[in-house]
């Protein structure tokens, strides 16, 4: 079920894998995407799995749409779903999630007073808009100075390829994510510039995805790899009670 988990100060993380959910084929078995194409019950019963083993009170995930929206869990109510692409929190005991396939999943754990804690997701849309930055900021806001990142497995750089024209777009933005693929063609590394985006702000960086690949490893759902059927993993953060 967990890539990764750890525990922060008062933050807890999670990376999810594939294993450990009740979905069959594409999504087998750990799918947490609701829009996909697995039955609904079988994404909720997944979901379950994953807030039971986690402990929450609450999971509360969002709708993401690549853009550069940051929405707070305590806002929501009781069964609303968010559209946002960061997500956060700063109430003990309610998770947040995110969901991915080839896109760059990313907690924030916030380490001084108040403690908040959020996740993202970033793709080249977002990492364009800057929806890493926009999460890091709106927790600066509420008062939360000093955070730490966790940024997790993701298409790699020499796989990601892309129309020279729009890899260069991004790289306009962020050069750091310009790179090539392993046969020679334009490509960007998404985590490579949303590292460099943390890093910018003075946050340090722990990257579990440095040397994973999505479409590469079969552990992760990957929608390059798999097509439009692909399941999600994800990442979770939360506030221990
Ligand atoms: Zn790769």
Redesign the pocket.
Known sequence: MFLQRETIGRVELAFTDREGGFSDGPWGSLNLGTSNGDAPETVERNLAALADELGVDRLVRMTQVHAADVAWAGDIGEGEIPVADALLTDQPGVGVLVRVADCTPVVLVGLDEPVAAGVVHCGREGLVKGVVPAAVAAIRERGTESLEAWVGPR??????ELPEAMADAVAAVVPQARSTTSWGTPAIDVGAGVVAQLRALGIPVTDLGEHE?T??DERFFSYRRQGQDSGRFGAVAMITP
């Not at 298409?155 to 990601?160: P, W």
């Open positions: 298409a790699c750089g020499r796989c990601y690949c479409i590469e």
